[in-house]
């Protein structure tokens, strides 16, 4: 069981290229998120989507966007990457939105830095 | 605002027992996660409290006060392999994950 895959594994990126991190999943979950982590701080939402179709904000969308057409993929553009973007990126999914006692899956991360 | 509270790292013994504590304040609760993440790896899921008390699963343990806002994660009988990042999260009352900046375990022969 694959569940969760992100691509790529790791980046570096000049500052002011676009990039698009992938993301498909093959649970059938209903709900993918992508995260960003940097040391300290912790995980922070970028964006999810609840259902295919939807996408919604997180705690930090400033200079990303994303988009569902399809339940298994959620991909994660940088239109103009700088380097406080450089960071780990996380890719998840759950059954269905909405915590509870809703299982949050990640996949392996994708290591972005940005020059 | 939204907080979550851990220690950033602690350290421990091989066999021995640890007790990881979080503290949070948050609108509303509907219920706390606990994650693994060992280095350069995702997290992954340990347990999920929603009502006060222990549960318990194997070697880990989790505990949770709603009315203190307070929850430990307990490890027992500590192997190397453990040693790894422990992440608290609390979904708040719009079933939104917050999460604590995580407790660096370091286990020592």
């Known amino acids: 069981i694959a569940g969760i895959t992100q691509a790529p594994t790791s980046q570096i990126l000049a500052a002011g290229r676009r990039m698009t991190l992938r993301c498909t999943q093959d649970?059938?979950?209903?709900?993918m998120y992508w995260y960003r982590q940097d040391l300290g701080l912790g995980l922070r939402l970028i964006h999810y989507?609840?259902?295919?179709?939807?996408?919604g904000k997180g705690e930090v969308p400033d200079g990303y966007s994303v988009s569902r057409a399809n339940t298994d993929d959620f991909p994660l553009t940088l239109a103009s990457a700088v380097p406080s973007q450089t960071s780990v990126y996380f890719c998840a999914s759950s059954d269905t939105a909405g915590g509870g006692g809703n299982t949050i899956y990640f996949g392996e991360g994708s290591w972005l830095t940005v020059v | 605002g939204q907080n979550i509270d851990q220690p950033t790292e602690m350290t421990a013994t091989e066999g021995a027992i640890v007790q990881i504590n979080c503290t949070y304040q948050?609108?509303?609760?509907?219920?706390l996660f606990w994650y693994q993440q060992h280095a350069g790896e995702a997290p992954t899921f340990l347990s999920y409290n929603v009502l006060d008390g222990l549960e318990e699963k194997g070697r880990f343990s989790s505990f949770l006060s709603r009315s203190k806002g307070y929850s430990y994660l307990l490890l027992k009988e500590l192997q190397m392999k453990d040693s790894a990042s422990y992440l608290c999260a609390v979904t708040d009352s719009n079933y939104q994950l917050i999460w604590g900046a995580g407790t660096k375990l370091i286990i020592k022969p």
């Open positions: 649970m059938r979950h209903n709900a």
């Open positions: 989507s609840n259902t295919a179709g939807t996408t």
């Open positions: 948050t609108s509303g609760f509907n219920g």
